[in-house]
């Protein structure tokens, strides 16, 4: 190649080059790397500006959440999941907090227990007559009155069920002699022998003229009846309603459910407990293994707040004063029982005000122990105060027991309970597992003088976001067959052992741990 060849190449791509370099796709090349480096800058800039400010407002909630009015253990969850996740947690506490839809029950609960305050009187020298017998009862009692709006009773019979099929006998009984009216509220209606011997009886006194009002729990139309079921049983007279329909997504307040067992026949007896209406709960059906529950029946004047209480559910989603409730509630002299033994003390806990009742009696019963504290509960589910009683007690020497299932329903709910197992059986707690089955019971009996029957479980879903019902009995002879009972019940118990409990398996610790941190808001 020439000289003058090899030139003219060498000026063809010094050309191209420049033509290149100067053309309008190398600006725009050039324009868009410029583009994209001041982006990628200002995203890095900006992202110190991000976590900065993520950081600044996780801080600023966190002490906000430490400063409201809520249990510490809550509290604590709720700054683990600000802290690690602020642009979910925030906004998600005040989705709970603030609670869209819940104004409007609170407000609708509250107006029915205004129109129910002027006919939960308290009878005459009853808290007097405590006062003098054990000052212990008589500081709960002025609290579920003072506080809770409860009276306490003298003139009542009450009746302990250490199985689920006793109760059931004992509503046929009772319901066959219904005259005026019987209310039922359930948290779970299954279909089976025992509903539907129970609605035979239902339909035949509704054509004897017989009032029936029937509410049960929204979530029975998820698995157990179907949505309509209402319809179906006012098409045979009764009168029902389901609470809170499950509408997903709509309302927190849906959280918040009718865990209550009550029935109410013509204002004279009532019964409550852990005894819902499906099959397993009378161990027609077996689910878990042996199903021990327990309920009571109450005769006498202190049906009259279980009365109540079933009306302002009732009531709660009917138009204000739209009941004439002397109707249900006879005379204390009509149904009083003189040689009567003992207080009773029935009461209800609303997630839609500030009092944890069902929380402040368990407490108040275990703080005062002087001798002994048995426990019968499904779930162990603790916050911080609960915990610090159990083993305070224990420490001081009190015989504290707590009877759990060992078959369990809930894998998740029993992890949880192991979890705590280590911590009370080194303060002296005695655990105990009911090697036939599942306990559904929940049961508290404080040294011969104290105990509680009722729906409350030991766990945050009773103790803060359900309606739960029980009646505290101080004294009598009914609390000598409860303590049979549990002496029964422990000797088809096995003990958990210090070595049982650190040993645990590995899965077991590791998911009850985690689930630790979530167990306030399950």
């Not at 878990?288 to 009306?311: N, P, Q, Y």
Request: proline share 4%.
């Amino acid at each position: 190649m020439s000289t003058s060849s090899a030139t003219d190449g060498k000026k063809k791509i010094k050309r191209g080059f420049l033509a290149i370099v100067t053309g309008r796709t190398f600006l725009i090349i050039l324009l868009l790397a410029a583009q994209l480096g001041v982006l990628l800058w200002g995203l890095q800039q900006l992202g110190r500006y991000i976590h900065m400010g993520s950081a600044l407002a996780a801080a600023v909630m966190m002490i906000y959440i430490l400063n409201t009015r809520s249990n510490p253990t809550v509290k604590l969850t709720w700054c683990f999941i600000v802290a690690l996740l602020p642009v979910l947690g925030i906004p998600l506490y005040f989705f709970i907090k603030l609670d869209v839809g819940h104004r409007t029950v609170q407000q609708a609960i509250g107006r029915c227990v205004a129109e129910t305050v002027p006919f939960l009187t308290q009878p005459a020298g009853v808290p007097e007559a405590l006062e003098k017998t054990d000052e212990d009862a008589a500081g709960i009692a002025r609290y579920l009155k003072n506080i809770a709006g409860f009276p306490a009773y003298e003139g009542s019979e009450v009746t302990y069920f250490p199985l689920g099929e006793y109760k059931f006998e004992a509503m046929l009984r009772e319901l066959e002699k219904a005259e005026s009216f019987i209310f039922m509220e359930y948290f779970i209606v299954s279909e089976g022998r025992m509903w539907n011997t129970i609605l035979e009886v239902l339909e035949r006194k509704v054509k004897e003229g017989v009032e029936v009002r029937f509410m049960y729990d929204g979530t029975c139309a998820v698995v157990d009846l179907p949505y309509s079921y209402p319809q179906e049983l006012q098409a045979k007279g009764i009168k029902c309603k389901m609470f809170a329909p499950i509408r997903p997504f709509v309302s927190t307040h849906y959280n918040n459910r009718d865990h209550r067992k009550i029935l109410v026949v013509d204002g004279k007896v009532a019964f409550t407990g852990g005894v819902n209406l499906a099959d397993e709960y009378i161990n027609e059906k077996v689910r878990f293994g042996h199903w021990k529950d327990t309920a009571i029946m109450v005769r006498g004047e202190a049906v009259r707040s279980f009365t109540l209480m079933f009306l302002r559910m009732w009531n709660s989603s009917e138009r204000a004063g739209g009941c004439a409730y002397e109707r249900y509630l006879p005379k204390p002299e009509e149904i009083s029982i003189p040689d009567a033994q003992g207080v009773v003390i029935p009461y209800g806990d609303s997630p839609m005000d500030s009092e944890l009742v069902g929380e402040e009696v368990y407490l108040h019963l275990i703080n005062t122990a002087k001798r002994y504290v048995w426990i019968m509960t499904p779930y162990l589910i603790l916050d911080g105060e609960t915990m610090t009683a159990l083993t305070s007690a224990a420490k001081r020497g009190v015989d504290a027991r707590v009877i759990l299932p060992h078959i369990p329903d809930k894998k998740y709910a029993f992890w949880l309970a192991k979890s705590h197992y280590r911590e009370l059986i080194e303060a002296g707690v005695k655990i105990y597992e009911y090697t036939p089955g599942f306990v559904h019971a929940k049961v508290f009996l404080q040294d011969d003088r104290m105990g509680v029957v009722g729906t409350v479980n030991l766990d945050y879903r009773s103790l803060y976001h359900h309606f739960e019902c029980a009646a505290l009995l101080c004294g009598g002879k009914v609390l000598e067959d409860i303590k049979t009972d549990f002496d029964d019940t422990l000797k088809k118990s096995q003990r958990v052992t210090r070595e049982a409990a650190a040993h645990e398996k590995l899965h077991v610790k590791l998911i009850g741990s985690l689930l630790k941190i979530v167990a306030p808001l399950m």
